[in-house]
């Protein structure tokens, strides 16, 4: 596969929430989106707060539902459409194809961080061994003590529990990632590790899309930007 | 007066027509060796719990020629067994012998001779409860299904139960046997001591139940094999003594209480065996004590 | 995973009615191995109906539910006799009832329990059942010096734990649960749930899951199938039913959740 073939296509995507709760009242979002994305770019979303951003991400998921157009994935050699693929076909999608790093960890209590972190990685077919490593790895340099890797992340600080996420989604290999303020609520330390971090997934060939807030990180690892408020829907 | 009493009633009490449909239940039985047949039970001059099934199955399958036997625990001379010989001495007018090797026909309740069994001869079974599974699955439905589908996991979690809780399977009587590789079935509540016995026996064994209306039946020279486990086999009961009065030490033994001061003797609980033996020229260490007494 | 692997489990039409009441109407579903799926509903949806209509308790009035067994064959699950579907009930298949008490022998010991279903397959090594009967109630986090103990003297969550570990000592490729984590403490529901969703993961279990609790759901089940009136009104990945939940019925569901 060749660096100039994309590995994600939207097309003439909207989105529209309706909430029958209230009269079956319409929120329009976001209308006629299109964009490619090529391995080693990483597309920033740009726009003010309530354009969509996040939405859109979590519809490029399978999060959201998309009502019209398409979201186009590449996918072991195949291109799916997520708007309309099967939901065991998606749920193979975020095993193997695509990660997302979103603003919270979801905390399953109980379960140690180490074992959080090696997850997506045992997933997807890495053995024990090597999951580990890659865990220990990134949780070290993510400056998460070892005395922690043992228990779980319910009760530690926002930014640990950041860590720990962002551990956890670079363990595995995607071939494309989903971010969404991967470097809030961490300290510039931290930042400055986690932009290293997403830099090398980049030059392995990763394809981004991102939510950046955080004006050096944008520049650091963005190479292409879309303005959302230009595909912002007219009010119903 | 013997001449009226003959006359009141039909060879061996039962009508023909009964008769008829107890033989029906008989020949699916002997079909599907170890298959509860339900039969129409009628009522006996005798309460349920006294032996009518096995009543029943004897006068059905009795004729004229037969030589009927009649034991209770191993012995011809219990209340049981008197009254249900003369029950068909009355009304069938047969011929009765306490010798198991001249029997035709032998009912019993609750042991199987120690006298080998011969081809030609029937031995009935009195069966208090014919399920097996009875006492682990109360519902009819449930264990009919089971004996349908062959499900029988049940009938080893109960025989595990009792090696958790003993160290050994505890049942020592009525012991489940698998015939014919297919039912599982209750003996009737022998020893299982005497379970080798049914397996590939020459003679035909009928099972008779009158409360619970079922009738089974294990044809000749089936095989017959008592559940267990690999690790804890099945194993008959076994006696550090010998019969006192016939010195056999292969039989099954009754305790015998023989003063207030705790004395006791061990017999064969087999009185037609012990006697044999006896007759025979063999000895126990108590020969002379009691002669012929059993229980 | 091969994206192109035939479904587990297949439900085509599915229509179950108790005379003129409705149990369940026109449902499709395909759950693929490994996957949970949780259906989601309020008393009277027809998600019970559902659940048995799909293990072949209850007759179909229309429809097919196919099952595809270890040969890789498709088997009509109602079309089956009685002695296969009980045969796979006893090994391919697990069912978890809300009350322990309808999935376990209350007169047998722990052991025997979780025994039950190997010696009913032919095991008959008396150390070797009651060593794998250890095994597993240890994999249930219950105490192995409790194996030789009655049921009622476990606690709701114990009791439900050894129904789980009954029923999945043959190792089967899917289960069936009803109200698995009903009637139980909070805080024994939460380890329940932990235990359930360990299990499934290492098991490479299949799971279709009956409950009226969307945190169960959430954390269990991968598919969510929303239920009314006997009918599916949504159905999808669980996080975007929960998150973006389109039909009028599923959004008034997800919205009376009393959030932290």
């Known amino acids: 596969m060749g660096t100039d073939m994309p590995v994600l296509q939207i097309r003439d995507v909207a989105k529209e ?59 072991q050699g195949d291109w799916i459409d997520i708007a309309s693929a099967h939901p065991h076909r998606i749920l193979d999608i975020r095993c193997h194809t695509l990660g997302y790093v979103s603003q919270f960890l979801r905390v399953l209590p109980r379960v140690p961080t180490l ?42 600080s926002g930014g640990e529990q950041q860590r720990v996420n962002l551990a956890r989604c670079f363990s595995a290999h995607y071939p494309i990632m989903l971010l969404d303020e991967p470097t809030a609520s961490l300290d510039a330390e931290n930042r400055q590790t986690v932009i290293e971090i997403i830099s090398e997934a980049r030059t392995r060939g990763c394809a981004m899309v991102g939510i950046f807030h955080d004006q050096p990180a944008r520049d650091a690892l963005c190479t292409r930007e879309i303005d959302m408020s230009l595909c912002a829907a007219k009010a119903a | ?57 004897t006068a059905a399958v009795l004729g004229r020629r037969d030589i009927l036997k009649v034991i209770d625990q191993g012995s011809d001379d219990t209340t049981n067994a008197v009254s249900i010989r003369q029950f068909f001495e009355k009304t ?31 031995i009935v079974y009195q069966v208090p409860i014919p399920e097996p599974l009875r006492f682990l699955e109360p519902r009819e439905t449930e264990t009919r299904r089971m004996h349908a589908q062959e499900d029988y996991g049940l009938m080893h979690v109960k025989l595990y139960e009792d090696i958790s809780r003993h160290g050994h399977i505890a049942t020592t009587y009525a012991y489940p046997v698998r015939v014919n590789g297919r039912y599982v079935t209750d003996p009737s509540p022998t020893p299982k001591f005497d379970n080798p016995k049914m397996n590939n026996c020459p003679a035909l064994q009928l099972f ?26 099945f194993a008959i009961q076994q006696w550090d003594q010998d019969c006192a009065l016939c010195g056999a030490g292969d039989t099954f033994l009754d305790e015998i209480i023989t003063d207030d001061r705790g004395g006791r003797m061990f017999v064969c609980s087999d ?25 | 995973m091969s994206i192109d692997e035939i479904p587990l489990l297949q439900a085509a039409g599915v229509t179950k009615a108790f005379g003129p009441v409705t149990g369940c109407f026109n449902v499709d579903l395909d759950l693929f191995p490994g996957e949970v799926l949780g259906i989601v509903g309020e008393s009277g949806s027809g998600k019970s109906t559902l659940l048995r209509c799909l293990s072949g308790e209850h007759e179909l009035q229309g429809g097919q539910v196919t099952y595809t067994l270890r040969t890789g064959e498709r088997a009509d699950v109602h079309a089956m006799s009685a002695p296969e579907r009980r045969m796979l009930m006893r090994t391919d298949w697990a069912f978890v009832h809300q009350n322990p008490r309808d ?80 009637g139980l403490d909070v805080s024994v529901q939460a380890r329940l749930l932990d235990l359930l969703r360990g299990l499934v993961s290492e098991l490479g279990l299949a799971c279709v899951i009956v409950t009226h609790d969307l945190a169960v759901a959430r954390h269990l089940s991968h598919r969510l199938m929303v239920m009314k ?32």
């Open chain 2, 1 to 57: 007066m013997m001449k009226t009493t003959e006359q009141a009633y039909n060879f061996a009490y039962l009508d023909e027509q009964t008769k008829r449909m107890i033989r029906r239940a008989i020949l699916k039985a002997v079909a599907i060796p170890g298959y509860q047949v339900p039969f129409a039970s009628r009522e006996m001059p005798m309460p349920y719990g006294w032996g009518t099934g096995g009543v029943q199955v």
């Open chain 2, 208 to 233: 008779g139940a009158g409360r619970e209306k079922r009738i089974y039946a294990i044809p000749p020279y089936t095989e017959v094999v008592s559940l267990d486990f690999e690790d804890h086999p």
């Open chain 2, 92 to 122: 069938a007018a047969v011929q009765t012998t306490d010798r198991t090797k001249d029997a035709t026909l032998i009912q019993t309740r609750h042991r199987i001779p120690e006298t080998p069994m011969k081809a030609g001869q029937i």
């Open chain 1, 115 to 156: 074992d959080i972190v090696k997850e997506p990685a045992l997933a997807q077919g890495v053995d024990d061994d090597e999951a580990s490593k890659r865990a220990r790895h990134l949780l070290t340099r993510l400056r998460v003590p070892e005395r922690l890797w043992s228990l779980s992340p319910m009760t530690f």
């Open chain 2, 271 to 295: 009185s037609d065996y012990c006697r044999e033996r006896r007759d025979a020229g063999h000895e126990g260490d108590q020969a002379g004590a009691n002669s012929g007494e059993a229980a």
């Open chain 1, 17 to 75: 929430f309706t909430l029958h709760a209230q009269d079956g009242a319409r929120l329009p979002v976001f209308e006629n989106l299109s964009f490619d994305l090529k391995p080693s770019e990483c597309m920033a979303l740009n726009g003010p707060s309530g354009i969509g951003k996040s939405t859109l991400m979590r519809m490029i998921y399978g999060n959201f539902h998309c009502p019209s157009g398409e979201i186009l994935i590449r996918h």
């Open chain 3, 103 to 182: 999935g376990l022998r209350m007169g047998v010991s722990a052991g025997g329990n979780v025994g039950e279903r190997l010696m009913a397959v032919g095991n008959r090594h008396y150390g070797n059942i009651r060593g794998t009967a250890i095994d597993w109630l240890e994999k249930v986090e219950m105490s192995a010096t409790r194996i030789d103990d009655m049921p009622e003297t476990f606690s709701g969550g114990m009791q439900q734990r050894l129904q789980i570990a009954r029923n999945l000592v043959t190792r089967p490729r899917l289960a069936f649960m009803d109200e698995p984590t009903g």
């Open chain 3, 229 to 260: 009136g006997g009918e599916v009104v949504e159905t999808g990945l669980t996080d975007q039913v929960l998150d973006d939940p389109q039909h009028a019925y599923s959004q008034l569901l997800v919205s009376s959740i009393l959030r932290a």
